[in-house]
């Protein structure tokens, strides 16, 4: 039913999801009770999950959550789902205010709300606001913060042309919008059919629209030697680098993610 649209190991994996989600077993207890035979309603489920998946529909949005830095996030098609890339921006993060627990923090472009929940998590001193435009997403990162037990401070507003007034930040995260509309024949179908365009593309007239914007709102939110962490399209390195240099940012570097790439921007004010 799978394939070709999965290679053999990926359709295995997915198989196993389908059958821990409508069993609610783990694989050590599914490998257990091969043996045992399952209702016609559980089937059902899982011939369900099978068809949704054949018709390249993220497996997070059927199950209807993602695992993002020991978190459990609600996913769905309002809301980008979590990557690994993601992740590993949290990860740089941490590891670089180690000794900053205390820290004010704004996450632009919250979507699914999972960095600000990350940070949240992990800077349990600090104070996290979340910024995002469109109102469904916003209601499902609220929730993401209700589930997860976590103090979040969500505001509804345009990073484009904001109109709240907000207090001076340490630390400002994004991970905007940076897909240019040409890149979209290099995505894959489960992407361009399922998830919301408004968090993906930007015109390729003006691609750094969304860092032009981030880089205004520090001019007057971001407090003197705080930090910025972006993620950004691996094309776009040179010129995200340039934006911040000629805005007048500090040690403005971009960096590598675990394949190498350009894929995050990190600079000081």
């Known amino acids: ?12 994996s997915l198989f196993e999801i389908a059958i821990e989600h409508s069993l609610h077993l783990s694989k050590i207890e599914i490998h257990k009770s091969l043996d045992k035979n399952i209702t016609l309603r559980d089937e059902k489920n899982i011939l369900s999950i099978l068809t949704r ?6 497996i997070q949005y059927i199950l209807g959550y993602a695992s993002f830095y020991d978190l459990q996030i609600k996913v769905n098609p309002n ?3 979590p990557r690994s890339e993601t992740e590993y921006l949290v990860e740089r993060i941490l590891h670089d205010q180690k000794d900053n627990p205390s820290l004010k923090i704004i996450d632009l472009c919250t979507g699914s709300g999972c960095i600000a929940l990350a940070l949240a998590k992990n800077l349990y001193q600090s104070q996290v606001f979340a910024m ?3 109102k469904e997403a916003l209601r499902v990162a609220k929730q993401n913060a209700l589930n997860n037990k976590l103090d979040v401070h969500f505001v509804h507003d345009n990073l484009l042309s ?4 907000f207090p001076k930040f340490n630390l400002l995260v994004s991970n905007p919008p940076y897909v240019r509309e040409s890149e979209k024949k290099l995505m894959h179908k489960n992407v361009l059919n399922f998830e919301p365009e408004i968090a993906l593309f930007v015109p390729d007239a003006d691609p750094l629209k969304f860092y032009s914007a981030i880089s205004k709102f520090a001019v007057s939110y971001l407090a ?6 972006l993620e950004i399209n691996e094309a776009l390195g040179a010129e995200c680098k340039e934006l911040f240099e000629s805005a007048g940012y500090k040690n403005v570097r971009i960096l590598k993610d675990l394949e190498n790439r350009d894929r995050y921007l990190h600079a000081t004010k």
Do not use: D, R, W
């Open 132 to 134: 995002e435009y469109s």
């Open 53 to 58: 998946l054949s018709q390249a529909e993220p």
């Open 1 to 12: 039913m799978l394939s070709p649209e999965f290679p053999p190991q990926e359709i295995n």
């Open 224 to 229: 003197k030697a705080g930090h910025i962490y």
């Open 79 to 81: 809301v980008l789902i």
């Open 162 to 165: 904001p109109e709240k007034s």
